[in-house]
């Protein structure tokens, strides 16, 4: 099985900050790897498909980059409607990371 | 415009098998790519993927949960079914059903989850 990991598990920041999350894959997925936003209560929502491409609505202080196994999501300026769990996905086998809480600082 | 629906019961006891329904709208899965995914949340911890099922019937399980779900479609009705067996209080998690597309990008087949039902919280106790 292809292992997700992600890093850092949670994380404080103050709304304008730039953020990145990092996701690793336990070997190469070459870019199939997506990214979901989720809020407390709230289904997940699509951010980022096939690791550098932004879902149409999403904004575009979103992007993802990366390739084989190290993937990033950066925030470029966190707004407060930001402050929410972020996971990684890989689509070979539809495993996800363990989550990326970004909190408030 | 896609959605999606889960139901099914909001308690179970252990030992019983869930059975959980995804209705479906704004999509076939005749279409060729497509597919329906089943992905649960226990409270307070990580998503995690459990069945997928294709236009074509094929059909793919987490590897440490395939002995115990089933996963069918109704194309009549636009429905997916999950069957888990032998329920267990860790079994305790809302359960969501997505829509998952293909699609190519110079020429690489890509697919994901968009976009997900609201999902449905499953209680396993006695």
């Known amino acids: 099985d292809i292992q997700m990991t992600q890093s850092p598990s949670s994380l404080s920041a103050s709304v304008g900050d730039r953020v990145t999350i990092t996701c690793r894959a336990s070997?190469?997925?070459?870019?199939?790897l997506n990214w979901y936003q989720q809020k407390p209560g709230k289904a997940p929502k699509l951010l980022i498909y096939a690791a550098s491409r932004l879902q149409s609505g999403v904004p575009s202080r979103f992007s993802g980059s990366g390739s084989g196994t190290d993937f990033t999501l950066t925030i470029s300026s966190l707004q407060p409607e930001d402050f929410a769990t972020y996971y990684c996905q890989q689509s070979y086998s539809s495993a996800f990371g363990q989550g990326t809480k970004l909190e408030i600082k | 415009q896609i959605t999606l629906k889960e139901s099914g019961p909001t308690l179970v006891k252990p030992t019983q098998t869930l059975t959980l329904t995804c209705t479906f709208s704004?999509?076939?899965?005749?279409?060729?790519?497509?597919?329906v995914g089943w992905i649960r949340q226990p409270p307070g911890k990580a998503l995690e993927w459990l069945a997928l099922i294709y236009w074509d019937d094929d059909k793919r399980y987490s590897p440490s949960l395939k002995s115990r779900l089933t996963i069918t479609k109704d194309t009549s009705k636009n429905q997916v079914v999950l069957t888990m067996t032998n329920m267990d209080p860790v079994d305790t998690a809302t359960y969501y059903c997505?829509?998952?597309?293909?699609?190519?990008?110079?020429?690489?087949?890509?697919?994901?989850?968009?976009?997900w039902g609201q999902g449905t919280l499953v209680t396993v106790s006695s």
């Open positions: 704004g999509f076939s899965l005749n279409t060729s790519g497509v597919s």
């Open positions: 070997q190469s997925i070459s870019t199939y």
């Open positions: 997505a829509h998952r597309p293909r699609i190519t990008i110079f020429g690489v087949a890509y697919n994901w989850f968009d976009p």
